[in-house]
């Protein structure tokens, strides 16, 4: 029988969750004292100067928000700001795409990328099947299994994704891990800036994708969270979403303005489901808005209303882009300076996938005691797949984080570099 004195709480069994493998990581750095010490962990821009970055057209909106007296703080919809969802839904799947035509997208507004794929999920668990399962690719971002299992759907299967002998995309395991796939499945596909590995399918290898999920009837989620940032250009880190699009599927979009628009704290993201034939939006929407509602009702505004100001606005929109190719450049900067460091101080190995990569993050090849040594002896930060985020990376620091490198490969050889 429970315990019924007054010292014993109904809560007091719970066991402690184990730290979350990227921000648990922001919370180790806070609390490390070294002046020394260098944040790699989670994916966040940060200027040359290592500091936040709020990006100036995103503070001349919200300056002009808080000055404009129209603004106000009444709830949205369910479903967010439609302006933000129609522009947003533009941005990924392009003004003419073949699904607004024929009505067959439905968007809403999402707790950035996250906030989509928890009730995109949810949706599926609903209206598909709560056993559906659901294919990620190995490895992925580490939170897609927390989201997958949270809305009450199976543990996520894992394809292979990553060859780590060519440090490219193993498209030949991809594709036969899929094929084995049984016919409604969702694969989880990062629309580009693939997080960790840094390796996407070229566009042959995105039309054998789309091959074996058409012929296998599988249902595709794009996880987006990197648009502009693999290749600098908005319209070309869409691309793969659009060619799913053209072929007809039934498919969901996860959008994130999160990087590309530096606004990590606001949370605003989208949510598009897009059907084979048109005909069913009103009904899919209200799912969409009942789900939204018992979760948190309705999304925060102050975010979705900067970023639809600034997609909305031709002279905005094309700062912003001048914006994210600056940012994308210093990536591709800091990219360089790491392996002609790594490559001047003698580290052993062939550091080129560094700059081969493409986003945010380098896949350095580091294991995790290696990881643990960086972290231990130097106190750099990064997860322990060897996932390093290269924006945290500064002009300062890339000499330091390039010799601690040096130091755990050479200290620990064993098992060191993935064959690359
Ligand atoms: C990351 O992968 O570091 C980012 O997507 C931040 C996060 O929420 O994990």
Request: hydrophobic fraction near 40%; charge should be negative; include cysteine.
């Amino acid at each position: 029988m429970r315990d019924l004195s007054p010292t014993s709480s109904i809560f007091g069994t719970i066991p402690e969750a184990p730290p979350d493998a990227i921000l648990g990581l922001n919370t180790q750095y806070r609390s490390d004292p070294s002046p020394n010490k260098v944040n790699l962990g989670v994916g966040a821009y940060r200027t040359a100067d290592g500091q936040p970055y709020v990006l100036p057209v995103v503070r001349r909106v919200e300056q002009a928000l808080a000055d404009d007296p129209s603004t106000t703080h009444e709830y949205l919809p369910q479903d967010g700001l439609k302006e933000f969802c129609n522009l947003s839904a533009s941005l990924i799947l392009g003004a003419h795409s073949p699904a607004f035509a024929d009505r067959r997208s439905v968007t809403v507004q999402a707790l950035s990328g996250t906030g989509a794929l928890r009730v995109g999920f949810t949706f599926v668990a609903r209206f598909l099947s709560p056993q559906t399962a659901v294919y990620i690719p190995k490895p992925s971002w580490s939170n897609h299994k927390n989201v997958v299992v949270q809305s009450g759907l199976p543990p996520a299967k894992e394809y292979r994704y990553f060859d780590y002998g060519t440090g490219a995309v193993d498209i030949n395991g991809m594709v036969e891990d899929l094929t084995a796939a049984p016919a409604g499945s969702i694969v989880v596909l990062h629309g580009c800036a693939h997080n960790p590995t840094g390796a996407d399918p070229s566009h042959e290898q995105w039309e054998r994708v789309l091959q074996v999920v058409q012929e296998g009837g599988l249902v595709p989620f794009f996880d987006n969270a990197y648009q502009g940032f693999a290749s600098g250009s908005l319209e070309e880190d869409a691309w793969s979403v659009r060619r799913f699009v053209d072929a007809g599927i039934d498919m969901l979009v996860g959008q994130s303005y999160a990087k590309n628009m530096g606004l990590y704290g606001e949370r605003v993201g989208a949510l598009t489901v897009v059907s084979s034939e048109g005909g069913n939006n009103e009904a899919i929407l209200s799912q969409l808005k009942a789900i939204i509602r018992a979760m948190y009702s309705n999304p925060p505004k102050h975010g979705a209303m900067v970023a639809a100001a600034i997609l909305g606005h031709a002279g905005m929109f094309a700062e912003w882009e001048e914006e994210l190719r600056k940012m994308a450049d210093r990536i591709r900067d800091m990219r360089q300076k790491l392996r002609g460091a790594l490559v001047k101080n003698g580290t052993p190995g062939n550091w080129d996938h560094i700059v081969n990569q493409i986003g945010m993050f380098s896949f350095t090849g580091l294991t995790a005691a290696q990881v643990e040594l960086m972290k231990n002896k130097y106190h750099i930060y990064m997860t322990s797949n060897g996932r390093i985020s290269m924006a945290g990376l500064t002009e300062d620091t890339v000499e330091y984080v390039a010799d601690a490198m040096k130091d755990a490969v050479v200290s620990l050889k064993k098992g060191v570099i993935h064959n690359m």
